[in-house]
């Protein structure tokens, strides 16, 4: 039977298994928190906040089980980041020689793991902090970051130009979103009508689905060189490792000035954006539990699904502006200008109707990141596609991670008396990227053709490169 070339596929329902749990899995960490902190049960209610209902003693066991939930994430992203980075670097470089599906059923079996650890924990009421340690197992087949990695490098592959380059990742995002986004929607109602276990083993079953379409259908885009290829001319075949190791090295070494100064500023501004988005996105749920707004599970799962909407609206925003002209630059600009305005009407948010409508002010907070991979990815030969995204993946996951560490132990410090300080503090980081942008704009740097790994030869022709104010393809 001939292979498909759609990864999309496969995106659509590891987003969905993954939100489908992704918001219970802080409820129900908060919940047996709750259970072993005051040896009662965990209040339910029916009505739209649990606050209009709880007692003074209610209140301050709400503040100890945020800072626990909030140091029991610390540990859990902690002890799986350096395994999942390792993993992530060297399996998406590899896949430049071994091939992208390898990226991508790795995290797959690490996912199922996981879930099916959660699903075990949750059945037969298992010690808590075995989720740790079935996060660090998961962590060893890879994560997310390696993922991903291996589905944009997957595209990548496919795609012929620029455009459709950023159209289609732009696409993938756009699927994350409206998948996630039905599953948020699914868990609250889920989790009221069947518990906690139900959701976990619809999960592992999409998983399963989401494997077997990988493994046996998924077309491999890399057409691996034959065993003894290397033995033909006499000259040994260099290792997985070495390969990764080269591959990175060379993404660097052997570009250009112009390559290295353009690829070091745009890494530094997805870095930095990637840093304050994800570290405030992170700790929403918990503040949604928190006072004064007490979420039931049923609000949880909705303002999940609001928030999923704006990789729909990102999608289309970055699809607007790309057919209207817009520069590249400025599409990036709109989206770190979205988060921070957002950020700080979070930083202010006390009523269940503001936490829905400082969505609003979000709505185009995705479209810097498909944006900046596509630009990085027009300025890397073929060849290394692997190595960029691989690298990118890593840096991804160490920034997610750290992010979430760092503002995990913030937000436990700081709960008691501001909760809303970490959001605030996601939105004042939000000016580290703006001031790369501004540097990349004040500077004119330029973005050389895919593959130009060394300065242009002077000829007697003058040097192509293209001022960036007037139609610099860095822009556009």
């Known amino acids: ?14 987003a969905f298994s993954s939100f489908l749990i992704y918001p219970l899995v802080q409820q129900y960490v908060y919940r047996r928190l709750w259970e072993q902190l005051t040896n009662t049960t965990y209040p339910v209610y029916d009505n739209t906040s649990r606050c209009a209902n709880s007692s003074s003693s209610e209140s301050s066991f709400h503040k100890e089980v945020q800072k626990e939930a909030s140091l029991f994430s610390l540990y859990s992203e902690l002890f799986s980041t350096v395994p999942s980075l390792i993993v992530t670097l060297m399996l ?75 159209l289609r990742m732009a696409g993938v995002d756009m699927m994350i979103g409206l998948l996630s986004g039905l599953a948020a929607i699914s868990t609250g109602y889920f989790l009221r009508a069947a518990g906690f276990n139900w959701p976990f083993v619809t999960s592992a079953l999409c998983q399963c ?36 190791l080269y591959g990175v090295y060379q993404m660097f070494a052997g570009a250009s000035h112009r390559c290295k100064t353009v690829l070091v500023l745009l890494m530094l501004i997805f870095t930095s ?35 999923t909407t704006v990789f729909l609206t990102s999608f289309v925003g970055v699809s607007a502006f790309t057919y209207c002209g817009v520069p590249k630059l400025f599409i990036v600009l709109i989206g770190i200008l979205s988060v ?34 596509a630009m990085m990815s027009k300025i890397i030969s073929k060849s290394e596609q692997g190595a960029l995204f691989a690298f990118l993946s890593f840096v991804e996951s160490l920034t997610n991670n750290v992010s979430s560490a760092v503002f995990n132990s913030i937000y436990a410090a700081t709960v008691a008396w501001y909760p809303g300080f970490v959001f605030l503090l996601s939105a004042g980081l939000c000016a580290i990227p703006l001031f790369f942008l501004g540097v990349v704009v004040l500077t004119g740097v330029d973005v050389p053709a895919q593959g130009d790994k060394t300065e242009p030869v002077h000829s007697g022709e003058e040097d192509p490169v293209e001022d960036v104010n007037e139609n610099s393809p860095l822009l556009h």
């Open 1 to 14: 039977m001939t292979g498909l070339f759609l990864v999309e596929p496969v995106v659509a329902l590891y």
């Open 92 to 166: 998406v470089a590899y896949s430049d020689r071994g091939g992208r599906k390898i990226t991508i059923i790795m995290p797959l079996i690490g996912t199922l793991l996981y879930t099916l650890t959660f699903l075990a924990v949750s059945f037969f009421e298992l010690n808590l902090y075995l989720l740790i340690g079935s996060s660090i197992l998961s962590s060893l087949f890879g994560g997310l970051g390696t993922f991903l990695g291996g589905c944009f490098a997957y595209i990548a592959d496919l795609c012929k130009d620029d455009k459709q380059k950023t």
């Open 209 to 244: 689905v989401i494997l077997l379409y990988a493994v046996f259908i998924l077309e491999e885009t890399v057409k691996k060189p034959p065993r003894d290829a290397g033995a033909v001319d006499g000259s040994p075949q260099p290792s997985a490792l070495k390969q990764m």
């Open 273 to 307: 954006f990637t840093f304050a988005y994800m570290g405030g996105a992170s700790l929403v749920t918990l503040f949604e539990l928190n006072e004064p707004l007490c979420w039931t599970e049923i609000l949880i799962g909705y303002g999940s699904a609001l928030s």
């Open 340 to 373: 921070l305005s957002g950020m700080i009407l979070l930083g202010f948010t006390k009523t269940t109707l503001s936490m829905f409508l400082v969505r609003v002010p979000m709505l185009f907070a995705i479209m810097p990141f498909p944006v900046l991979r």
